[in-house]
């Protein structure tokens, strides 16, 4: 996968010794300089993690409970078209309850509803309509919520924090000279922090998302924007200034 990767605007200051700071602060006494490195990643998902649900109301929670486990085998049997292992599937065991409802103000038992959800990894994203569609087809009765994401989720976060510790260094580099200065020994290094968001645009390696099973019979794929991650990070470091 090719990350697309750009630097956002980093901001910085500079701080002097004087007699007025704190005694508390976290900034040296001798001259220095706090700089904030930020960078960004972009990189389209190549992983979708689908949630699902199956239920079943039947006059018996046995026959409730029966029908949601031949909907799930029958799921899991033809999971395996997609390249789905056991490994890629979580199912949850099953819930029954009893349904009631009001007749001359007086609760009436109308039968017992099974149900049991799914949460399955999806390795090979331009399949997802697909596999949307065999779920349907399966008798799953919920599609709950589709993420998107990336399976260098782990490399692309380092990357990010790697490009904002070099934006900080050349920041404050650039920021010193024009002062006829030039960075000394850090002095602290906070913490960094990373996080991944979703932003939308053109992917055409997923086709348009159809749920409902009667209109994927006779619904003209289409098109549709696609999440792309974003993966940030942050760096503040401050840094002894040396004169020229």
Known sequence: MKAIISLIITTFFVVTFSPLSSANSSLPNNRHIAVTGSAQVQAKPDIAMISMSVESTQ?????????????????????????????DISASSIATQPKYTYVNNQQVLTGYKASRSLKVSLKDITKLNQFLDFALSAEINQIINI??????????????????????????????????????????????????????????????????????????????????????????????????
């Open 59 to 87: 006059k018996e929670s046995l026959a409730a409970k029966q029908q949601v486990d031949f909907r799930v085998n029958q799921f899991l049997d033809g999971a395996s078209k997609f390249n789905i292992t056991e490994q």
């Open 147 to 244: 993420e998107l994401k990336s399976s260098q989720e782990l490399q692309l976060k380092a990357e990010a924090t790697a490009l904002a510790v070099k934006d900080a260094k050349s920041s404050g580099s650039e920021l010193a000279q024009s002062f006829d200065a030039k960075l000394g020994r850090i002095y602290s290094i906070n913490a960094s922090s990373s996080a991944n968001y979703g932003r939308y645009g053109s992917n055409k390696s997923v086709e348009n998302i159809t749920f409902s099973q009667r209109e994927a019979d006779t619904a003209r794929p289409g098109k549709y924007l696609q999440e792309n991650l974003v993966f940030t990070s942050s760096v503040s470091v401050v840094f002894d200034l040396e004169l020229n």
